[in-house]
């Protein structure tokens, strides 16, 4: 059994300052609202633009869809080209419209796409209210082309990609909130967001995969954890493969993510067998197929998607080949020198950490997401030959496990706040922000040329981030509130 705990500042709670600050004297939560005003006020630094290779296949999707009525992607690979060669940059067109041995087209003729389709879908209500909007505008008098290449229509998935994060940051709180405080769960779902790369896909690089991806996981586990105390309907189970369907087609490796109701599952049929309650076995079985076949049914437009371009049910060879099972790269995942996901972001260790208090409260809770962020780091080393994400900004592939990351470290900062305060663990949680943004600020602008893009320079690293770093933000900040395409690879924005 699970319960949400009691504000900071009610019984249980010694109250402070920051705890008054944050519970109001009433015990009222305010944390929602304290999310939504720094997600809001970092909002106006977004790049809401469609220019790199990955984001340029996770939007053809939908604009070939929408607009051709097919899935041959020539013109919109040809068009983001063009665009980025008005800049001397080659990267869409040596990515995408080149092919050699490495980068093969499949046989059906039709240029490759490794990217799924799930982020076309999500993306789909803006970009259709965008294309209206133009039509409208047009019968107006404006002169908008009504493309899928305009302004409205990349500024509608990008601004979909943060709504969907901010969506998943209120759900994430909620989440922390059944083990948490107001203060502790306020404290770790913001400390996460802007100490991670996630603030950095959600502004920066927006037309990812990762907010989404994001999203759809703090949405299945609020969905799972619901029922956890009690039975899950059909309707429930048939809900979370749809979302569970949805999180397979946004990126393929997050169906390992589905260990968490899988460990549950196991865990409920030891129970009943060890009874010999057949009934409730078969009640079981019962639910868990309308899971596992709504699931199956949600991910058919991904199966057509590759059907039509690669010839078969399945991902290009390119994606399938690079995989080694026996996942040589997984501890460097996390502690790697120049690319581990510990060094990048160190609350994602200190989150971890937290799982041994989660885990007092919830020991199958805290295992199952243990399990959860083991596998997504279990399918990133058995990359062999792009483990390391060089020329991403930080570890990417684990954002989806945001949740988890907060979930642990609001149960820390709950147990710690007690024996120290509030005061210390905002100063933490500022420096670890802080990290992240001077990291932000080194492979954005100050040590772009040193190939920082290619992995963690430890050499100066302090020096960097105490004194290069507030110095060129600070040379540099009209631009970046007033001209921040100047400082991106290229300018199409």
């Avoid at 040596?94 to 499949?106: C, E, F, M, S």
């Avoid at 060094?343 to 809770?365: F, K």
């Avoid at 690293?461 to 690879?489: H, I, S």
């Amino acid at each position: 059994m699970t319960r949400e705990t009691t504000a900071p500042g009610s019984a249980g709670h010694p109250p402070d300052a920051w705890g008054r600050l944050l519970s109001g004297r009433a015990g009222r939560m305010i944390g929602p609202w304290v999310i939504l005003g720094v997600f809001l006020f970092l909002l106006p630094i977004s790049v809401p633009r469609v220019a790199l290779s990955d984001e340029v296949q996770y939007y053809a999707y939908l604009r070939s869809a929408y607009f051709d009525h097919d899935l041959d992607f020539r013109n919109e690979y040809t068009h983001f080209a063009e665009e980025g060669r008005r800049f001397g940059d080659e990267a869409v067109a040596n990515a995408l419209l080149r092919t050699d041995a490495a980068n093969p087209n499949p046989h059906t003729g039709l240029l490759r796409n490794v990217a799924p389709v799930g982020s076309a879908i999500l993306w789909a209500p803006g970009f259709i209210l965008a294309d209206l909007g133009v039509a409208v505008a047009n019968t107006l008098g404006a002169t908008i082309p009504r493309d899928g290449y305009s302004r409205p229509y990349s500024m509608a998935a990008c601004y979909m990609s943060a709504l969907y994060c901010l969506i998943g940051l209120q759900l994430t709180y909620r989440l922390a909130r059944r083990y948490a405080g107001d203060f502790a769960a306020t404290l770790a779902t913001l400390t996460v967001f802007l100490a991670s790369p996630l603030v950095f896909y959600t502004y920066i690089a927006m037309p990812w995969s990762h907010a989404n991806g994001f999203f759809l996981f703090a949405l299945f586990l609020t969905v799972w954890m619901r029922g956890r105390n009690g039975e899950r309907g059909v309707g429930t189970w048939i809900l979370l493969g749809m979302i569970g369907g949805l999180m397979v087609m946004t990126r393929e490796q997050l169906g390992l993510l589905l260990i968490v109701p899988a460990m549950e599952a196991i865990g409920q049929y030891l129970r009943e067998l060890r009874r010999r309650n057949w009934l409730a076995v078969w009640w079981l079985l019962l639910r868990h197929q309308a899971f596992l076949g709504t699931l199956l049914l949600t991910v058919i437009p991904q199966l057509l998607a590759y059907q039509i371009l690669n010839g078969r049910p399945g991902p290009a060879s390119t994606v399938s080949g690079k995989l080694d099972w026996a996942s040589p790269h997984f501890f460097s995942t996390l502690i790697d020198p120049a690319h581990g996901a510990f060094l990048w972001s160190p609350v994602l260790a200190i989150g971890l950490v937290g799982m041994i208090w989660l885990g007092r409260r919830d020991a199958a809770l805290a295992g199952a997401l243990l399990a959860a962020f083991a596998a997504q780091t279990y399918i990133n080393g058995s990359f062999g030959t792009t483990w390391h994400l060089s020329g991403s900004f930080g570890f990417r592939r684990l954002i989806e496990c945001t949740p988890i990351i907060v979930l642990g470290l609001a149960a820390l900062v709950e147990r710690l706040r007690l024996r120290v305060g509030a005061w210390p663990l905002v100063i933490v949680a500022l420096l670890l922000i802080y990290w992240n943004v001077g990291l932000i600020a080194q492979w954005t602008i100050v040590r772009r040329a040193e190939g920082f893009r290619l992995g963690l320079i430890w050499d100066r690293m302090l020096y960097y981030q105490l004194v290069e770093v507030p110095g060129q933000l600070l040379a540099k900040v009209y631009d970046l509130f007033f001209n921040r395409c100047k400082l991106m690879t290229n300018q199409t924005c």
